[in-house]
């Protein structure tokens, strides 16, 4: 079922389309950070962007440092500035743009669209898991947002 999107699901469409991605198979973190120019780099320490860099924290999964380096190119497209110098109140809306930003990136509105999902939510969550490469609860997430996005 088609219906407009918001503003952030029709900037994740026209950021991935404007690079070339169209399916979910193009969505890794190589494709992306090259068409975007970004260096990334993956090293035993948290994930963090600074100084036009993204840096991922090695010891995770695959699915976990997708999952940071969406969250991360959120920070490097919108936000500037170090968070040490901001207040906790707008640290935390940063984190929780980016947080929301990553779900939208790592499993856009656009390509759970052209999507069967099952009828049943842990096919559907696991069929979003598998073919997106996330986390189980991160594919959970995205889905009820995907679904409750339908109804408005």
């Not at 198979?25 to 320490?45: D, P």
């Not at 860099?53 to 999964?61: A, G, N, P, Q």
């Not at 935390?92 to 390509?111: G, H, S, V």
Request: proline share 3%.
């Amino acid at each position: 079922m088609k219906r407009p999107y918001n503003h952030l699901e029709e900037y994740i469409r026209k950021l991935v389309q404007g690079i070339g991605v169209y399916h979910p198979h193009q969505l890794n973190i190589e494709v992306i950070s090259s068409r975007l120019g970004l260096s990334v780099h993956y090293l035993a320490i948290d994930s963090m962007f600074m100084a036009g860099h993204i840096f991922l924290d090695s010891r995770k999964t695959d699915a976990q440092q997708w999952q940071d380096f969406a969250h991360e190119l959120c920070h490097a497209r919108w936000h500037e500035g170090d968070q040490a110098l901001i207040s906790v109140l707008m640290r935390e809306y940063q984190e929780w743009k980016a947080d929301n930003f990553a779900r939208n990136l790592c499993i856009p509105t656009f390509m759970i669209e052209n999507m069967k999902l099952p009828p049943y939510e842990k096919e559907a969550v696991w069929m979003l898991q598998e073919t997106f490469g996330v986390e189980r609860e991160f594919a959970a997430i995205r889905l009820q947002q995907y679904l409750r996005n339908l109804i408005y």
